[in-house]
């Protein structure tokens, strides 16, 4: 089955603390991995997906194909961070991404 | 202006009346989606288009039905709408192989 897993419900940490979301998915092929972000009421944006390999906002996840997992990490959290976290995944040539539950991010001063 | 435009941002209806969602993208894109979230849930998938003449239901599609009238357009309708339809509804447009852009979301209340 294809599926995507985020353990955290929530997390909180302290501003200029390193951040870790978790994301493990659930793919017999080679997967396509996305990481959105939904700031208070706005939209979902792309944040970063794993083919391009950039850091955007000071974030940044790598690909463990081993571990299936897709992490998202930054070293040091802003207050500005504070937002709801989607890891997705695009399954072959569905074109349907499959999300998971989403983590919230709270960065507290 | 936005890639992708939802209409109404916020909506309250009764039990059992039609409700339309409205969707509109500029991004020249075929694909289009409508997705639900709710809380602890994340987003559901509830109806998918391809192209003009494409349509398929998601993971959640029964009590939804949609209307692609073009490219550029796809509707979102609950029928008879219930309370457990409350949610945010979220459209979203993609290019082959790419991620989503989405829309700024309605949110849909039913009393």
């Known amino acids: 089955a294809q599926r995507v897993t985020q353990p955290e419900k929530l997390l909180s940490v302290f501003k200029g603390a390193p951040v870790e979301l978790k994301c493990n998915y659930s793919y017999s092929g080679s997967p396509e991995l996305f990481w959105y972000v939904q700031y208070s009421r706005q939209r979902l944006q792309l944040l970063l997906r794993?083919?391009s390999r950039e850091s955007i906002k000071g974030f940044t996840a790598d690909l463990n194909k081993g571990e299936t997992s897709f992490h998202l990490k930054k070293p040091f959290a802003q207050e500005e961070d504070s937002a709801m976290y989607y890891c997705?995944?695009?399954?072959?040539?569905?074109?349907?991404?499959?999300f998971g539950q989403g983590t919230t991010l709270q960065v507290k001063p | 202006d936005a890639d992708v435009t939802q209409t109404p941002r916020n909506r309250i209806t009764k039990t059992g009346k039609r409700i339309m969602l409205e969707c509109s993208q500029t991004k020249g894109h075929d694909r289009m989606y409508w997705y639900r979230q709710d809380p602890g849930l994340g987003l559901q998938l509830i109806y998918y288009s391809f192209d003009v003449k494409d349509i398929n239901k998601g993971e959640i599609s029964d009590g939804y039905s949609v209307s692609r009238q073009a490219q550029a357009k796809f509707s979102l309708s609950l029928e008879s709408a219930i309370p457990n339809q409350t949610a945010l509804y979220f459209c979203a447009t993609s290019d082959t192989g790419e991620g989503y852009t989405f829309g700024s979301g309605t949110r849909l209340t039913v009393v």
């Open positions: 794993h083919i």
């Open positions: 997705a995944l695009l399954p072959g040539n569905t074109g349907k991404l499959i």
